[in-house]
């Protein structure tokens, strides 16, 4: 494995149509929705559950590539069975020694970091990528539908439908939405963790491609629009994220609610690229 030698800052840019994106329990399964400017969101949690998604169907859970973090997992249980290796039994610090292992084995744990103390103690990890929220460039119009379903679920609901077996439902969607995330690759933490340069090239590979394998009826279509790589010369880093992430503008282009990509124009300002720093547009 390669280790990874520079710090990088990214722009992933992602769209929803006729979807929801990311509910909020909190209110019925909205869209999430910023109350004081309409701009509507998505979480760094979803958004990481999406590459932890890619990441399990395209490794399939090989050696190196499992998921701490998946559906159905019992925590401790992986906790566990870490401190149950020989390399951890035979180690002096136990704790240090099983969290080793669980960046080892674990893809989302050397990635993203995790808490591991709630069974045998194997630490805390705080991982290289830290992801903000996704915040949409314009307002969005949060909508629910109503919907029927023509079959109920047991005999006493149909006796009470006389037959007609129409059953009420409701379904939340944006009509249009565009999206901004901004991300971080800490060289520094990813020699701690073990992050590669292979594990980055999986991380973008998800970026580029998790939409795809996430389909839900519920979610419309989500797609990956624009992901823009900022890397620095060195572990870091050349410049503050912030004034790079300036650079990237995003405005709509025509009078009107957005309705496609096509609406807007995305603009890289790269004569203001500071020295030591490179770009790159994956997507």
């Known amino acids: 494995m390669s280790e990874l030698k520079n710090r990088i800052d990214f722009v992933y840019i992602f769209d929803v149509q006729d979807g929801n994106p990311n509910g909020d329990p909190d209110a019925g399964n909205l869209p999430r929705v910023d109350a004081e400017t309409g701009m509507g969101l998505v979480t760094d949690v979803c958004l990481k559950r999406k590459v932890r998604n890619y990441v399990q169907v395209a490794k399939d859970c090989a050696e190196g590539y499992d998921i701490f973090i998946k559906e159905k997992a019992v925590l401790n249980k992986s906790i566990d069975a870490a401190h149950d290796e020989e390399s951890v039994k035979n180690a002096k610090d136990k704790t240090s020694a099983a969290r ?22 194997a630490g805390q990890v705080r991982g ?127 009078e009107g609610a957005p309705r496609a990509f096509s609406d807007y124009t995305v603009t890289i300002n790269k004569d203001a690229l500071p020295a030591g720093v490179t770009i790159e547009e994956l997507i």
């Not at 080793?100 to 103690?121: E, I, L, P």
């Not at 995330?181 to 340069?197: D, P, R, V, W, Y």
């Not at 790589?229 to 870091?236: G, I, N, R």
């Open 100 to 121: 080793d292992v669980m960046c080892q084995k674990y893809f989302d744990v050397r990635t993203f970091g995790a808490v591991m103390s709630t069974g045998k103690n």
């Open 128 to 254: 290289p990528i830290q992801l903000t929220f996704a915040r949409s460039v314009n307002p969005i119009a949060a909508m629910e539908h109503s919907i029927t379903r023509m079959a109920v679920a047991t005999e006493k609901e149909a006796e009470k439908q006389g037959g007609d077996n129409r059953t009420m439902g409701r379904k939340a969607t944006v009509p249009y939405g565009l999206y901004v995330c901004h991300g971080f690759i800490s060289a520094n933490l990813a020699k701690q963790t073990g992050f590669s340069e292979e594990d980055l090239a999986l991380f973008w590979e998800a970026l580029k491609n998790m939409f795809d394998v996430d389909r839900s009826a519920a979610r419309g279509l989500m797609s990956a629009q624009k992901l823009i790589v900022f890397k620095h010369d060195s572990v870091l880093g050349n410049a503050p994220a912030n004034k790079l992430f300036d650079l990237v503008t995003v405005k709509k282009k025509r």
